[in-house]
């Protein structure tokens, strides 16, 4: 278990706080997780902690998903956006799932639905709330992110596993300048390649398109995008809030004119650094950052 003591200072109207944080690295399963191909690092998906301080913590927690193309994991996708989850009170989970082109679908998809379970199945070891869970993913994570807003299910009551019991579902869900579709010409074809294989067939390109996916049983759903990133188009958020909205799902789109895939909290863009508090401002709203 690796464990890294790091101090925060934020600010915020005026007041300076100190807030400690305390990173904590496990796995998703004792042994093995299913579908293994080793033990070696790349083999075992987990999940690292970083929990706000208690003064500030609202019950909200989030499963962050970094991008990558499915064939690695972006740092600038991971603990940044924890650390800025913390800011706003949430509980935020770093996941490092298996990747292309070693493994493929359904194996990103269950080392994601195995990290919501443990969020709900151990909420009351990290105080949280089962009801305020979410999820934010980045390009390649914005399509795992999409997926288990769209491919979840209410758990195995007679499952031996108690966090198998628990519902994969999350509240909420935040792709950011996700990969959504599978299909082309919208698809990043990289992306489809680790996630797919050489030669997915037509259903599964279908099934892992999850524009096609989406059902009044979605979450509700936060996208954001920039008008001109030449790695993922536009259209694939484009296609998701359209599917939302015929489903009836609450949505919010924001696609900025300009920007270069992969900005992350965008420090370094003023036209574009403004989508963390829009996110925010629509968990507020949602009811997802009120206090236990």
Known sequence: MNTLLLLNILIAGGTIHVTSITPTSFPLWNGSAPGALGNASEDIPTLTLYTPDEKHRNGASVVVCPGGGYGGLADHEGKPIAEWLNTLGITA????????????????????????????????????????????????????????????DS??????????????????????YPVITMAEPYTHLGSRHNLLGDNPSPDLIELMSNEKQVTPQTPPIFLMHTADDEAVPAENSLLFALACRKAGVPVELHIYAHGRHGVGLAKDLPDVSSWPSLAADWMRGRGMLKSK
């Not at 089962?130 to 980045?138: T, V, W």
């Not at 758990?155 to 950011?176: C, K, L, W």
């Open 93 to 152: 989970f770093v996941l490092k799932y298996r990747l292309g082109p070693r493994y493929h679908h359904p194996i990103m998809w269950q080392d994601a639905s195995r990290a919501i379970r443990t969020l709900r199945a151990r909420a009351g070891e990290w105080h949280l709330d089962p009801d305020r869970i979410g999820i934010i993913g980045f390009s390649a994570g914005g399509h795992l992110c999409s997926t288990m807003a769209t491919h979840f």
């Open 155 to 176: 758990g195995s009551p007679s499952s031996p596993d108690i966090i198998e019991r628990a519902s994969s579902r999350p509240n909420f869900a935040m792709p950011i």
